[in-house]
């Protein structure tokens, strides 16, 4: 702040004393007008002055109300997810039962991950195509197909599940009553709530089967279809009760439905929604069992897994916002106790009047 001058005339013989004498001099290395931008000049901040310290204040003064009231929010957002996880896992656990007449797109949250039974066939001419979508860096698709049921319901959405891109158009699939199952069949399903768009998804071709993101109800609309979206379950077992010789590769396998049978009397089926309700469902226990890798060079879609897939990671973002708090309050508290808010042109006004008197 101050610079010791020790410069003389050198001209002339100096003595000892004099020596003392200049380097005792001081002098304030203090810029009394400093120059301002006309940015601070019409915005009236000046670095380091009492609108900037304000500022940063006032921020930091709501930095800790702000995270803990979102680090709050969070553990009623995390309650309410455990509490949804845990209805779609118990709804896992029921026996699939028909598909019943009656329900509607609002009825899908309270059916959401509940196994049905669905009859009729598919439509092949219709079918969708969702992607591309990667599985084990193989190029492919999400097949979804309106399913004509039998009893009168109208149309659902199947999502098959993937198939490679190569096997896109139903001649060039393999093991065609699996791949392709002709007239009457029940495939097990479980009951999904369509992804809302994104912000960032762009809109629909009309026109096209290829979309870029699930949309269900631009899909519906298109195909011809209700609203209703369903999952098909993968299962790599064998129909136990029709036994087809045919060729994968270089293996020779007994094949026959992969999560469809035909139903003998499908009208018999009961359309409770009770849980646990009393219906018959495949046994593939003891029938042979494909190799995912046989499905895929086939064209035969990948059905899904029977697991819920909601993300869960409100604990994460409850623990984030409480430590930004607490590291927040911990700063403001430095911050007042070390003085930090003082205007410095003031104090250094006053450590000059202090040294100068």
């Given at each position: 702040m101050f610079k010791i001058i020790r410069s003389v005339k050198p001209n002339k013989k100096v003595t000892a004393q004099q020596q003392r004498l200049y380097a005792s001099a001081k002098t304030a290395n203090i810029d009394w007008n400093p120059v301002r931008s006309k940015k601070q000049l019409s915005q009236g901040i000046e670095f380091g002055g009492k609108t900037s310290s304000k500022v940063f204040l006032g921020l930091l003064c709501l930095a800790p109300i702000i995270t803990f009231a979102l680090g709050t929010w969070q553990v009623k957002r995390l309650k309410w997810k455990n509490k949804l996880v845990a209805e779609c896992e118990d709804r896992l656990t029921y026996k699939p039962i028909p598909m019943p007449k009656n329900v509607t797109k609002e009825d899908l949250p309270n059916l959401e991950y509940r196994k049905v039974l669905v009859t009729g066939h598919f439509d092949y001419s219709r079918e969708a195509f969702v992607g591309p979508r990667l599985h084990d860096t193989r190029r492919g698709y999400t097949l979804v197909c309106p399913f004509?049921?039998?009893?009168?319901?109208?149309?659902?959405?199947i999502d098959r599940g993937w198939i490679a891109a190569e096997k896109v158009i139903p001649s060039q699939r393999n093991l065609q009553h699996l791949s392709v199952p002709k007239g009457e069949i029940t495939v097990e399903c479980v009951i999904r709530v369509p992804p809302k768009k994104g912000i960032f998804n762009i809109d629909h071709d009309k026109g096209s089967r290829l979309y870029q993101y699930l949309d269900a109800d631009t899909m519906a609309e298109e195909l011809g279809s209700r609203p209703i979206y369903l999952q098909a379950l993968q299962?790599?077992?064998?129909?136990?009760d029709q036994h087809i010789l045919d060729t994968v590769g270089d293996a020779n396998k007994k094949t026959g439905s992969w999560a469809f049978w035909k139903s003998s009397n499908p009208s018999t089926a009961s359309s409770s929604m009770v849980p646990g309700a009393d219906t018959k469902s495949l046994d593939y226990d003891t029938a042979e069992e494909f190799d995912p890798l046989q499905f895929i060079n086939a064209g035969v879609p990948l059905g899904k897994i029977p697991k819920v897939?909601?993300?869960?990671?409100h604990l994460n973002y409850l623990v984030t916002w409480y430590s930004l708090s607490f590291a927040s309050t911990a700063l403001l508290i430095y911050m007042f106790k070390k003085g930090k808010f003082i205007n410095p042109t003031e104090e250094k006004l006053k450590y000059t009047k202090k040294i100068m008197n």
């Open positions: 004509v049921q039998s009893n009168g319901a109208g149309e659902v959405l299962n790599f077992h064998d129909k136990p897939d909601y993300k869960n990671n």
